[in-house]
């Protein structure tokens, strides 16, 4: 069993299992609900399997991820709000 | 009897291929390209199916669900559950879905089924499924979700075919009273139970293959690249600005002569005297002079339209999202502002898509600061009168070198007030978030290259032939009225109407070298940019008889110093004046406000630049 960690702080190239989301970690500048139902609405649900393809330039951010089979770009700071393992 | 009219809508997750269809169904030629968010506003056409039933069907903004975060996504919304005033409810939702991404679109179906809307799934994107192995069991499918399922290929010739054989069968038995709506906003719980459900039936119904698109992830190795890529982005920006100048110049000569061996006959069929006159000075010379540009306006969109289709624009977005956050601007404005290069009002529409109402006004103000193709005629006269065509380093041509850095000049323009709106006016700025899906990568399609050019050239010679025309007309008509007493040995135009206008206005100017002929010729370009290329035609041509008439570019090497030009230039990187830009800006945020608010800054930006370069050109002696 691997150590549960929030997507954001996910290095490229990083695979792993969704277990949660927590929105109130994130720090975003949506609220707790929309944030999560935005991220549930590309696909980021408990289960689904995520891979981080690319990153930016400034501050290695953004992050484009592998969410099953679509590609999606999002901040690390969204993506605090992704727990996996 | 004849049955009523059907009505159709077409709902779906972004880049799905709803417009792609729409245009299949109803033979339109509505903007297609390859990433999500394209369309953003509702299109209605129409449609008979094979047993002859009358359709209107209607294209929507691609959503992710129908709360309507977006501008875009709330037309969506208000549609399909009947909110828009005065609107009908669809007869039959064709729910849109690319077949080989259907997590998120079956989870918007269940969410759609709520509405209590007869519903078809159609599985578009069939050919690229089958590709790569995806095979989906149709019936099973259709079975489990409880609504009719069939397959298609949009951008294939018949391959709608089974859609309208299934609309037919299905129309025939809609029932008059449909069921109840009972949609209403999901909570996180409902949301989450769905995709759970989405997912449970796709793994039942759908197998999918193990490998992704390995050319997608090939490309994007290197455009994704986090300094790799950047350099591409460059490279392709500035490629493309060079090309608009070096690529179009054989073309743009040719119709150059074109309109000059028109001139000549029509001067030498002609008697001398106004007819003469109208057709040589206003209409030949004006007209024509904005015609020639028709080559670079063609390259830039072909350009365009190219990294558009072949699915570029988003991955642009990604890389440059914290770059230009740096300036206040959200990564989602990178696609309005790169087609406000082709023209600000598609530009300013594409904002829509941005669900942050700051960050949304932010781009729509500075979107005008990109450099239109309208500004192409006015920079490439100047240049060509201007600038040496030297080659530097063996390939970069200087004339191109000087187009490149006015595009750049514009860019930072932007980049600057974007900056300072967010430093003075939106200082508790929290950062919106920033999520896109970046699509696979598609050929684009030769097919809809084309139309896309066409599109937009046939748009061009209709402004040429309307707009440009009538204030064509005009200036000639001011420009040539009244007529000089007898026997005067001034120049006839220094008599016109528009001599007086322009003297008027142009001490205003004088502080950044416009003489009056400028002055004049800024006016009428408030209609559209480009008119004031053939209003100089058209004044030079008047004053300065059947020479000037053929060379405007020469003419104006002769009567303009450097230093005046290179103001012009800098003037035209702001220039306020096109009223049709800032009726959109008025219309997408509401306000008279905000459209004086982009007014004013500009013209004091371009005053301000213009009075900046003039002073500085002529203190280096190009006065
Ligand atoms: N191969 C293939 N490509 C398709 C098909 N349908 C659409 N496309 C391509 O998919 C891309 C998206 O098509 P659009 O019709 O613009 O998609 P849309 O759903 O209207 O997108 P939005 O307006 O952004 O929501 C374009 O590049 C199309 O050429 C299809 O059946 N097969
Ligand atoms: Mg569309």
């Known amino acids: 069993m691997r150590r549960e960690m929030p997507l954001g702080l996910a290095q490229r190239g990083y695979t792993g299992v969704i277990q949660h989301l927590s929105a109130k970690d994130a720090?975003?500048?949506?609220?707790?609900?929309?944030?999560?139902s935005r991220l549930i609405e590309l696909g980021f649900v408990e289960g689904a399997r995520v891979e981080v393809l690319h990153e930016g330039l400034v501050r290695r951010d953004p992050i484009a991820v592998r969410v099953d089979n679509i590609t999606i770009a999002v901040r690390r700071r969204e993506a605090m709000a992704i727990i996996v393992a | 009897m004849e049955l009523p009219l059907l009505h159709l809508a077409l709902v779906g997750t972004p880049n799905s291929?709803?417009?792609?269809?729409?245009?299949?169904?109803?033979?339109s030629r509505q903007k297609v390209a390859n990433y999500p968010g394209v369309t953003v506003e509702r299109k209605e056409g129409f449609f008979v199916t094979p047993l002859g039933r009358q359709v209107s069907v209607v294209d929507l903004p691609g959503t992710y669900s129908l709360r309507g975060r977006s501008p875009?996504?709330?037309?969506?919304?208000?549609?399909?559950?009947?909110?828009?005033?005065?609107?009908?409810?669809?007869?039959?939702?064709?729910?849109?879905?690319?077949?080989?991404?259907?997590?998120?679109?079956i989870r918007l179906l269940l969410e759609l089924k709520r509405t209590g809307r007869p519903m078809i799934l159609v599985l578009n994107m069939f050919d690229i499924a089958s590709r790569r192995g995806v095979s989906v069991d149709v019936n099973r499918l259709a079975k489990e979700l409880g609504v009719p399922v069939v397959t298609s290929i949009a951008v294939r010739k018949g391959g709608t075919a089974d859609l309208l054989a299934l609309t037919d069968e299905i129309s025939a038995k809609i029932p008059a009273e449909p069921s109840e709506n009972t949609w209403r906003a999901l909570s996180v719980a409902e949301l989450r139970a769905a995709q759970r459900e989405a997912d449970r039936i796709i793994a039942d119904c759908v197998s999918l293959p193990a490998r992704p698109d390995t050319l997608t992830s090939r490309i994007d190795a290197v455009v994704l690249h986090p300094v790799g890529g950047l350099i591409v982005l460059a490279a392709i920006l500035f490629v493309m600005f060079q090309a608009v100048f070096a690529w179009a110049q054989p073309l743009m000569e040719l119709l150059q002569s074109g309109f000059d061996a028109l001139g000549d006959f029509v001067h030498a069929t002609l008697p001398a005297g106004l007819l003469q006159s109208f057709l040589q000075n206003g209409v030949i010379?004006?007209?024509?002079?904005?015609?020639?540009?028709?080559?670079?306006?063609?390259?830039?969109?072909?350009?365009?339209?190219?990294l558009e289709d072949f699915g570029y624009m988003a991955r642009a977005a990604f890389l440059m999202d914290r770059i230009m956050g740096g300036a206040g601007l959200h990564g989602r404005a990178f696609i309005p502002l790169l087609s406000s290069f082709a023209c600000a009002i598609p530009g300013i529409m594409a904002t829509r898509v941005i669900d942050n109402k700051r960050d949304r006004l932010t781009t729509i103000l500075i979107?005008?600061?990109?450099?239109?193709?309208?500004?192409?005629?006015?920079?490439?006269?100047?240049?060509?009168?201007?600038i040496p065509a030297k080659d530097i380093g063996g390939f970069i041509n200087l004339q191109g070198l000087v187009m490149f850095g006015l595009y750049a000049a514009g860019i930072t323009s932007a980049l600057v007030v974007s900056f300072l709106i967010k430093f003075f006016m939106l200082r508790d700025y929290a950062p919106a978030p920033f999520m896109l899906e970046l699509p696979d990568y598609k050929v684009p399609r030769l097919k809809s290259i084309a139309i896309g050019i066409y599109t937009r050239a046939k748009m061009?010679?209709?402004?040429?032939?309307?707009?440009?025309?009538?204030?064509?007309?005009?200036?000639?008509?001011?420009?040539?009225?009244?007529?000089?007493?007898?026997?005067?040995?001034?120049?006839?135009?220094?008599?016109?109407?528009?001599?007086?206008i322009g003297k008027?206005?142009?001490?205003?100017?004088?502080?950044?070298?416009?003489?009056?002929?400028?002055?004049?010729?800024?006016?009428?370009?408030?209609?559209?940019?480009?008119?004031?290329?053939?209003?100089?035609?058209?004044?030079?041509?008047?004053?300065?008889?059947?020479?000037?008439?053929?060379?405007?570019?020469?003419?104006?090497?002769?009567?303009?110093?450097?230093?005046?030009?290179?103001?012009?230039?800098?003037?035209?990187?702001?220039?306020?004046?096109?009223?049709?830009?800032?009726?959109?800006?008025?219309?997408?945020?509401?306000?008279?406000?905000?459209?004086?608010?982009t007014f004013s800054y500009m013209l004091v930006l371009a005053y301000a630049a213009s009075l900046l370069t003039y002073n500085v050109a002529v203190a280096l002696g190009a006065g």
């Open chain 2, 285 to 306: 010379s004006g007209v024509g002079s904005v015609i020639v540009f028709l080559p670079q306006i063609i390259i830039i969109f072909l350009f365009i339209l190219l």
């Open chain 2, 72 to 105: 875009d996504e709330e037309i969506t919304r208000d549609f399909v559950l009947g909110k828009a005033s005065g609107e009908i409810l669809p007869d039959l939702v064709l729910c849109v879905a690319d077949s080989t991404n259907l997590r998120l679109t």
């Open chain 1, 27 to 36: 720090g975003s500048a949506l609220s707790d609900i929309e944030l999560e």
């Open chain 2, 460 to 500: 061009f010679l209709q402004r040429a032939g309307t707009t440009i025309f009538s204030m064509m007309v005009l200036i000639w008509f001011l420009a040539s009225f009244p007529q000089p007493p007898a026997g005067t040995t001034e120049p006839a135009i220094d008599f016109s109407l528009a001599a007086i």
């Open chain 2, 367 to 386: 979107a005008p600061l990109m450099t239109c193709s309208a500004r192409i005629p006015v920079y490439t006269l100047i240049i060509s009168a201007f």
């Open chain 2, 504 to 597: 008027a206005i142009a001490p205003l100017l004088a502080p950044v070298g416009f003489n009056w002929q400028i002055a004049v010729a800024l006016i009428p370009g408030m209609a559209a940019r480009e008119v004031a290329v053939a209003a100089l035609g058209t004044v030079y041509a008047i004053e300065g008889g059947k020479e000037a008439a053929e060379q405007i570019g020469q003419v104006l090497a002769t009567k303009w110093s450097l230093a005046t030009a290179l103001s012009m230039l800098a003037w035209y990187i702001f220039a306020p004046q096109c009223a049709s830009t800032l009726a959109v800006i008025r219309r997408e945020t509401g306000s008279w406000t905000w459209m004086a608010v």
């Open chain 2, 17 to 27: 291929g709803k417009t792609s269809l729409f245009n299949a169904l109803t033979g």
